[in-house]
Nanobody, 130 residues
Framework: QVHLVESGGGMVQAGGSLTLSCVTARRTFTTYAMGWFRQGPGKEQEFVAASYWITRRALYKDYADSVKGRFTVSGDDAKNTVYLQMNNIKPEDTAVYFC????????????????????WGQGTQVTVSS
């Protein structure tokens, strides 16, 4: 069983920053594709970003157009933790954010469909005030 534990959500003003964390096991961190998804109020779940740990110095990253240039994925292999740094946050970023892991790993990139992710965290709420 793969466990994913998210943290870092909260309330933030528009234009501010917030960093979400997702802690998992070593094997998951190094062999699974790690994704971030969100579901806003009254909205469907959507892909935010994903990453795959290639080496200590290389993390493959992919971003949804809606967050590209504002959000950054990073990883700390000493802590088996993936981070989602959110800058210039907008009210439309308000959502429950989920960390997910895909056993598909890296295959011509990282997966975007939620259906390709096998394990999910409990979610963390991000609320942006204007």
């Amino acid at each position: 069983q793969v466990h994913l534990v998210e943290s870092g959500g909260g309330m933030v003003q528009a234009g501010g920053s917030l960093t979400l964390s997702c802690v998992t096991a070593r094997r998951t961190f190094t062999t699974y594709a790690m994704g971030w998804f969100r579901q806003g109020p009254g909205k469907e779940q959507e892909f935010v970003a994903a990453s795959y740990w290639i080496t200590r110095r290389a993390l493959y990253k992919d971003y949804a157009d809606s967050v590209k240039g504002r959000f950054t994925v990073s990883g700390d292999d000493a802590k088996n933790t993936v981070y989602l740094q959110m800058n210039n946050i907008k009210p439309e970023d308000t959502a429950v954010y989920f960390c997910a892991a895909s056993s598909r790993g890296f295959r011509d990139g990282v997966p975007r469909p939620a259906s390709e992710y096998d394990y999910w965290g409990q979610g963390t709420q991000v609320t942006v005030s204007s």
